[in-house]
């Protein structure tokens, strides 16, 4: 029989864990309460809170609502959401993850500051945190997700640089000497590491933890990139490494011969849903 091990490390960041936390004490006071996207990329855990009452809207919809009151996710807004909020007589309940708050407070104060640097931001283009960090620039700022994007900035002017919080390490830094290589002799390069730890660290844990198994059952929302990331680190040092959503995907082939099998998962994992895996291939007899 093998050994099932669920990671103890895996599962929600605490910035998840607070914007859930602060959408059920609400939901449990009654009343309607409306979440601006996805309060998680996990479409398990998104179903979970429907049924408890959250009613997930765009920035489309947010505009047509009064007298409401709107969930601000762990991912944080540009300043244009609360400006419409105070417009429409919109009660915030702010749940911004407090390192992207941060965030946002420091690349605003250089904005402000006129010192005219090229403010740029290592991260996924389209993303809810970067959008919210580009709002603090009045759109001005440049995101660049991989080398090919450094064509975008000005080498003869100078450049702040900044990174989405749940990005690599290993691409802030390559991409910092790859900037550095190109600038123009004599011009300010800033460069700030603002990758929350708390994230960063676990590629290194779940690699450890992909190599002691013989399976690994990776769980995670097809909407995380941060599961994209994490899973692709497990495959690397175990190729029996599969990403499922949930324990509806799993294919009993994959664990022929296995003794250990490891569950882990992104920061936007539920526990209850690597449990449920856990539960799935557990022998009943």
């Not at 765009?58 to 009151?69: A, F, Y």
């Not at 992909?210 to 495959?235: E, M, Q, T």
């Amino acid at each position: 029989m093998a050994s099932i091990e669920i990671d103890s490390e895996s599962g929600f960041c605490f910035g998840v864990v607070t914007a859930i936390r602060k959408a059920e004490e609400e939901l449990e006071r009654g009343g309607r309460l409306y979440c601006l996207g996805d309060i998680v990329h996990n479409s398990d855990e998104v179903e979970r809170l429907r049924a408890k009452g959250l009613v997930t809207i765009t920035h489309e919809d947010l505009e047509g609502l009064h007298d409401v009151k709107v969930l601000l996710r762990a991912h944080g807004e540009p300043p244009e959401t609360y400006r419409i909020a105070r417009r429409n007589n919109i009660e915030i309940i702010d749940a911004t993850c407090p390192v992207v708050l941060k965030l946002q407070q420091r690349i605003k104060a250089d904005y402000d500051s006129g010192e005219g640097s090229q403010i740029v931001i290592y991260g996924k283009n389209g993303h809810a945190e970067v959008n919210g960090l580009v709002g603090q620039t009045e759109g001005k700022a440049i995101v660049v997700e991989d080398a090919d994007g450094l064509a975008k900035l000005d080498f003869n002017r100078p450049i702040s640089f900044y990174s989405q919080t749940t990005k690599s390490l290993e691409g802030f830094g390559l991409l910092t000497e790859e900037i550095k290589g190109r600038l123009a002799e004599g011009v300010t390069f800033r460069y700030f590491d603002t990758i929350c730890r708390q994230v960063a660290n676990r590629a290194g844990h779940l690699r450890s933890f992909a190599a002691s198994k013989d399976v690994v059952l990776f769980v995670a929302g097809s909407k995380s990139s941060n599961g994209k990331i994490l899973y692709n680190h497990c495959r690397e040092v175990n190729p029996r490494t599969y990403l499922i959503a949930n324990e509806s995907e799993i294919d009993p082939a994959w664990l022929d011969g296995a003794r250990s099998i490891g569950i882990c998962g992104a920061t936007s994992t539920p526990r209850w849903l690597m449990e449920q895996v856990r539960d799935a291939i557990t022998p009943h007899g």
